[in-house]
């Protein structure tokens, strides 16, 4: 999943639970997330995201790999045409068909399917590898979620996280002077301005549980809990894969890289 704000879409009758917020945020989003993994998929990201996974994946030649999240299949994608054996999961029916019709555009065999994050039907030790991009802080539950994908890990596989603290200045008044400072600083060196969200899906992002919290460390000590052998962690990530532009309306909210073991 991604992070940029959603054109306002025309309304329906509003969600009111945080889980019916999730899905129809995420349903609404589908095309437009689609277009941002399209432009992706032909950038300098496609190989820097690439190159990130390969060297912290840990094992080496064809893996069973989990992408949870997938959204629109971009990491799916990259992780089939290497020659892994991809299975991809998503909660909403709407991005699980533009995932299935960008891995069909690029050649990528991939399972996509329809599955909640927290709870699963796989067996037990199935893959090598999971990983997840700006998924975490939208899981309702992440306890049981990370204890669910150690479930699903054989032994030594890894959970790669990525993700940042998307929304915390909705929740700490000092992010947010300097999330304003940082959108100044955009406004003056790039001369736009970066659109911020409908009230509808500031709501939907309130009512997430890990948006008020501190992370990493928060996530860190949860996957110590699940029981991962060896947890990491950088923080320095966003030079690798962001662009000029990203890199300043991001600055408040830094993009981090979590590795847990089995």
């Excluded at 997430?208 to 992370?215: E, G, N, V």
Aim: a negative charge; charged letters at 30%; aromatic letters at 10%.
């Amino acid at each position: 999943m991604l992070n940029e704000p959603m054109p306002p879409d025309s309304g329906s009758a509003a969600p009111c639970s945080p889980k019916e917020k999730l899905l129809a945020n995420w349903t609404a989003g589908a095309v437009h997330y689609s277009a941002i993994v399209n432009r992706e998929l032909h950038s300098f990201k496609r190989q820097a995201w690439l190159d990130l996974i390969r060297e912290n994946a840990g094992k080496r030649g064809s893996l069973d790999v989990l992408d949870v999240g997938t959204g629109p299949g971009f990491f799916a994608i990259l992780m089939a045409l290497e020659g892994h054996r991809v299975t991809a999961i998503d909660c909403t029916e709407n991005m699980l068909a533009e995932a299935q019709a960008n891995a069909g555009r690029e050649g990528a065999p991939v399972t996509f399917m329809l599955a909640d994050s927290h709870a699963t039907d796989f067996p037990g030790e199935t893959f090598d590898l999971i990983i997840s991009r700006n998924l975490t802080w939208t899981l309702l539950d992440a306890d049981k979620a990370y204890f669910e994908w150690k479930r699903l890990l054989k032994p030594e596989g890894r959970v790669i996280i990525f993700d940042a603290n998307w929304n915390r200045r909705l929740f700490n008044e000092e992010v947010m002077r300097e999330y304003e400072r940082s959108m100044e600083d955009y406004r003056r060196l790039f001369g736009e301005a970066v659109p911020d969200y409908t009230d509808a899906e500031l709501d939907y992002r309130r009512s997430m549980p890990m948006c008020q919290r501190l992370r990493p460390q928060w996530d860190f000590d949860a996957l110590l809990r699940a029981g991962y052998r060896k947890v990491s962690c950088d923080m320095n990530i966003g030079r690798r894969v962001y662009d000029e532009k990203e890199l300043v309306k991001n600055r408040v909210n830094p993009l981090f890289m979590l590795i847990a073991e089995r």
